[in-house]
């Protein structure tokens, strides 16, 4: 038994591809973008070795910090929207009739390619023949917004989209696990007389405190990487009001080829991703719930 | 508490339940109904709009009530997306990709959930570490060098750079739906065909494997729908028009035709289309896959 089950010659056969294919394509290529970063270097030609200058020039680079800004408040913004969430998902998984069938139109955008939401997206906020704009003028919006093309609401619309787009993935999560919550717990509060306001927030909320702080983690991260819709709906503009740090990345190296700078952003992205993840883990296991 | 109890308890709870169905009680209902209906109609009505002004022609996008019915219900403008906008091609380029890449990541992440859940080996652990950590690393850190590997391996302008990289960063959700359902199964039936004589590969082709079935079918699902999506690889990897994916051709498309509401919107519903066909028939594996995947995470 012990010998089958112990063969290194299986093992390596059935392990080695895949993790030759993550260690190539995955953990090598984060330790080069950080080498990279040390490189002046146009994506073509040879490079030269400039030291720190590249990372030295990202830490006074306003427009990095911008982006790196924007992603964080993303960030806070999907945090925010997991109250909605959840408070949906607490509605539906208390033996609401049709929340199977709810719950699966919630989920429909979750379906669709980035890109194909950022295009009807910028359809949906054309400011004179989409939809939105057309619903407020009818409802007697004398002037409605310009969306994507206002600087200072951009980073809000752009959020729409998103809420659209992941609604239906958290309250799927969400409901699962509500759905393992015990029903002896439920039932007996009720014998105690608890309202179900209060069964919601002092027995269920507590009860999936991991799945909620798993998925804060998601939602934050997801936030810091988010690229396709904004990339595909503003291209970060205008002006780099809603520049996040990837899509500056992008347009650094593919489109400026500044390949050397583009690989330091890279590097200052998968750290403020690892530092925040770190963070927030720290921070939500201080308040550990017990049960 | 014996069962009869338990059943007593829930009558009687169900009976003052009953009672308590007050008028406010039904309009409160009322009220959240209504609500979740909103949000309902929220999540769909843009996609029905889509559809809408796909049929339309521009006259009527741009002069008349965007909520209306189309009139005489373009279905030229699909044609026109599919030949013109080479959409045929993408198509065919999406679902070959697609299909490649899930095969793999299916079949190499079920060796690796074996060999790690089922097999004896000091660093089982670190290497399943490996694999869930990928899960967190951001794409876009790995994108220059990533170009830059695979134009030293000339491999820039071919699918297979698009379809590793699929893999690569669908094993850890795999492995991760996968492990989740591996340690719930039970080792007695290997375990009496390693004392029968079976082979280790037998014993994972043929015993294994098939009881792996149903959670199989949740991540290729989860797999087809990330890579039918997916974009940043292939606008980055590939160029030629020959080799591009419908979600990337999608975008260019409607880069060039940028007025054109109603083949844009044939456009896009034909890039939307496969995926939810595949929903309406394989919501609930889907939805299972969803909650699976993230809930053990």
Redesign the interface.
């Not at chain 1, 699966?104 to 669709?112: A, G, N, Q, S």
């Given at each position: 038994?012990?010998s089958?089950?112990?063969?290194?010659w299986?093992?390596s056969?059935?392990?080695l591809?895949?993790?030759i294919?993550?260690l190539?394509?995955?953990?090598?290529?984060?330790v080069?973008?950080g080498y990279?970063g040390l490189m002046d270097w146009n994506?073509i030609g040879k490079m030269k070795f400039i030291g720190l200058e590249n990372y030295i020039e990202l830490t006074k680079d306003t427009k990095f910090w911008q982006s790196a800004w924007h992603s964080l408040l993303l960030g806070l913004f999907s945090t925010l929207s997991l109250v909605g969430y959840l408070i949906?998902s607490l509605?539906?998984a208390s033996k609401?009739k049709g929340a199977n069938f709810?719950?699966?139109?919630?989920?429909?955008?979750?379906?669709?390619?980035?890109?194909?939401i950022g295009?009807?997206?910028?359809?949906?906020f054309d400011p004179t023949?989409?939809?939105l704009n057309?619903l407020l003028v009818l409802v007697g919006v004398e002037n409605p917004p310009l969306w994507l093309a206002d600087s200072k609401i951009v980073l809000f619309a752009l959020f729409l989209p998103i809420v659209?787009q992941f609604?239906?993935?958290y309250i799927?999560?969400f409901?699962?696990?509500l759905k393992n919550v015990p029903e002896e717990l439920i039932?007996a509060a009720?014998?105690d007389g608890a309202t179900p306001i209060q069964i919601a927030y002092k027995i269920k909320v507590p009860l999936i405190a991991g799945?909620i702080k798993?998925?804060v983690i998601?939602a934050i991260?997801g936030s810091?990487?988010y690229?396709?819709l904004i990339?595909?709906l503003t291209g970060g503009g205008p002006n780099g009001a809603s520049e996040v740090?990837?899509s500056y990345?992008?347009t650094e190296?593919?489109s400026k080829y500044n390949?050397g700078y583009?690989?330091a952003i890279?590097?200052g992205?998968?750290i403020i991703?690892?530092v925040v993840?770190w963070f927030i883990q720290k921070l939500l296991n201080t308040k550990d719930v017990d049960y | 508490m014996s069962k009869v109890a338990v059943e007593i308890q829930k009558t009687t709870l169900s009976a003052s339940y009953k009672t308590s169905k007050s008028l406010g009680n039904k309009i409160g209902y009322g009220i959240l109904y209504f609500a979740l209906a909103v949000i309902a109609i929220i999540q769909v009505y843009p996609l029905v709009w889509l559809f809408l002004f796909s049929l339309k022609t521009n006259q009527e996008v741009f002069g008349m009530s965007p909520f209306a019915l189309p009139h005489a219900p373009q279905w030229g403008n699909y044609a026109k997306a599919w030949t013109a906008g080479h959409i045929d091609v993408y198509f065919f380029n999406s679902v070959l990709y697609t299909v490649a890449a899930v095969v793999l990541t299916v079949i190499l992440a079920s060796f690796v959930t074996f060999a790690i859940t089922r097999m004896e080996w000091k660093l089982s652990g670190l290497v399943l570490g490996l694999f869930m950590a990928g899960y967190m690393i951001p794409l876009h850190s790995t994108l220059i060098p990533l170009f830059n590997f695979f134009k030293t391996a000339n491999m820039i302008d071919n699918p297979m750079s698009v379809i590793l990289s699929y893999v690569a960063f669908n094993l850890p959700i795999t492995i991760m739906i996968l492990s989740g359902f591996y340690r719930t199964i039970p080792r007695e039936i290997e375990e009496a065909a390693v004392v029968d004589g079976c082979s280790i590969h037998r014993i994972f082709f043929q015993i294994t494997l098939p009881m792996t079935v149903p959670v199989l079918s949740t991540t290729v699902i989860i797999n087809m729908i990330y890579n039918w999506n997916e974009f940043v690889f292939v606008n980055t990897f590939l160029s030629s028009d020959k080799w591009k994916t419908i979600t990337v051709g999608v975008n260019n498309f409607v880069g060039q035709y940028l007025t054109d509401w109603g083949a844009i919107g044939a456009t896009l519903m034909i890039s939307i289309i496969p995926v939810l066909i595949a929903y309406f028939i394989l919501s609930d594996r889907i939805v299972e896959g969803i909650a699976a995947g993230s809930v053990k995470g």
């Open positions: 038994m012990r089958v089950m112990s063969n290194k299986v093992i056969l059935y392990v591809p895949a993790l294919l993550i190539l394509l995955i953990y090598i290529p984060i080069l973008t990279y994506g949906l509605i539906l609401i709810l719950r699966k139109i919630y989920l429909i955008p979750m379906l669709l390619s980035s890109v194909a295009q009807l997206w910028a359809k949906i023949n989409g939809m057309r659209w609604a239906g993935f799927i999560i409901y699962a696990a039932e009720k014998i799945v798993v998925m998601l991260v810091l990487k690229f396709d990339f595909v740090m990837a990345m992008y190296a593919f390949f583009g690989s890279g590097f992205l998968l991703c690892l993840t | -």
